[in-house]
Structures are given as structure tokens and as C-alpha cells.
């Protein structure tokens, strides 16, 4: 599982509130990436990371920021979370060999 | 990248070799063809990946035509537990910094019993 965990693993939050969601891995790879995935559209990408403070936007990052002020925990904000952002999140990274891990994913639901 | 087409959904019976097509008719001299899964309720699985030559894992087989435009992934003895969506990617390796994958639809893979 390349040492990617991910929380929480599940969270209820309102409509209007701001959420962070972290990931954290133990294995010093350079590249971190943020997905959502929802019935019938797959995987989407939302924001990756190339280093610490390297972030840039996916094919769906509106409403979404990041951080990663440590090469081992990649952070997604939604600073005021929408019902439209409820959607289960997966971090992942890419090894120098080319292939992504992920982690098991945050159920997020936004009421 | 190149583009990607499989099929949306395939069965399988347990016990037998699950193959599972994909087309990359676009595909660039230095493309890779990558394979992941994903199990129900599970983050994605990387599962295998390869340039030209067929390649083989403890997870499954990957058999690509020899002009690249195609490849055919092989679980050799399928079982209940082979049960996902099976995802086809084709890109090129890089360690540029605008590096990114993207996902497709996927074919799923049912096993039946």
C-alpha cells in the first residue's frame, strides 16, 4: 500500500463549513495526488503535488485548495464545502517507476 | 496521453483466464501501458505496466500487439476476488513536474461463481 493513509476515513459536515482533508505517506516520494471519484464519472483529478510548497490544478479544482509544507502529508481544503463536493476522496503517489498507490479513500458527505 | 477504449463490462466464469482488451490506437513511441483495478468501496490497485515487450507479475499477465496499438490483460485464474472495475492508461513516463494520470471509465470485470 506504498504507507498512504488518509482522514479521516469518513465525515459529515454542513454546507458553508470549511474542510481539510489530509493525507500522509512514509516513503519520501516526490509526487502526491488528490482525487474524487463519483458514480459515472470515474476517477478525477483534483490538485497534485511535484514537491513541498509544488502544488498545481487538476480537471476539477474549483472550490478546492491544497497544501503540502512536508513531503509526507498532502492537505485538501474546501473552504466552504458545497453539497456538489460530497464524494468519496482518494490520495495517491507516484513512484519513480511511473506507477500510483493510493490510499482508502474519505467518504465525504456534505448536508 | 493516448486515449483508451474498453469495454464498459465483461464476464468471467471462476477458475478461468480473464482477458480484457484495450484499444490505443493513438499511442506514442514512448507511451507506457499502465493497468489498475479497483475493488468495490477500495482506493485503485496498480497492477502492471509495460512499453513493448509482454510483461508478467504475481497479479496477472500484460500482452501487447507488436504494433502497441492494442494490449490484453490476462488474470490467469480468475476469482471471486478479481470482481472490479479494471482501468487501461496509457502515458508516457516523466518526471516532469506536470505529470498526471487520467482515468477512464474502465471495463467491469465480473466473476462469476
Known amino acids: 500500500d506504498a504507507g498512504i493513509t488518509q482522514s479521516p476515513r469518513h465525515k459529515v459536515t454542513e454546507t458553508g463549513t470549511p474542510v481539510t482533508l489530509r493525507c500522509h505517506q512514509t516513503e519520501n516520494h516526490r509526487y502526491m495526488y488528490w482525487y474524487r471519484q463519483d458514480p459515472g464519472h470515474g476517477l478525477r483529478l483534483i490538485h497534485y503535488s511535484y514537491g513541498v510548497k509544488d502544488t498545481d490544478k487538476g480537471e476539477v479544482s474549483d472550490g478546492y485548495s491544497v497544501s503540502r509544507s512536508k513531503t509526507e502529508d498532502f492537505l485538501l481544503t474546501l473552504e466552504s464545502a458545497t453539497s456538489s463536493q460530497t464524494s468519496v476522496y482518494f490520495c495517491a503517489i507516484r513512484t519513480t517507476g511511473g506507477e500510483q498507490y493510493f490510499g482508502p479513500g474519505t467518504r465525504l458527505t456534505v448536508t | 496521453d493516448a486515449k483508451t477504449t474498453q469495454p464498459p463490462s465483461m464476464d468471467c466464469a471462476e477458475g478461468r483466464a480473464a482477458n480484457l482488451p484495450c484499444n490505443h490506437s493513438t499511442i506514442s513511441g514512448n507511451e507506457y501501458v499502465y493497468w489498475y483495478r479497483q475493488i468495490h468501496s477500495q482506493g485503485p490497485q496498480y497492477i502492471i505496466h509495460g512499453l513493448k515487450n509482454n510483461e508478467t507479475n504475481e497479479m496477472a499477465s500484460l500482452i501487447i500487439t507488436e504494433d502497441r496499438k492494442s494490449s490484453t490483460l490476462i488474470l490467469p485464474h480468475a476469482t471471486l476476488r478479481d470482481t472490479a472495475v479494471y482501468y487501461c492508461?496509457?502515458?508516457?513516463?516523466?518526471?516532469?513536474?506536470?505529470?498526471?494520470?487520467?482515468f477512464g471509465k474502465g471495463t467491469r470485470l465480473h466473476i462469476l461463481p
Open positions: 492508461i496509457v502515458r508516457a513516463y516523466s518526471m516532469n513536474r506536470d505529470d498526471k494520470i487520467i
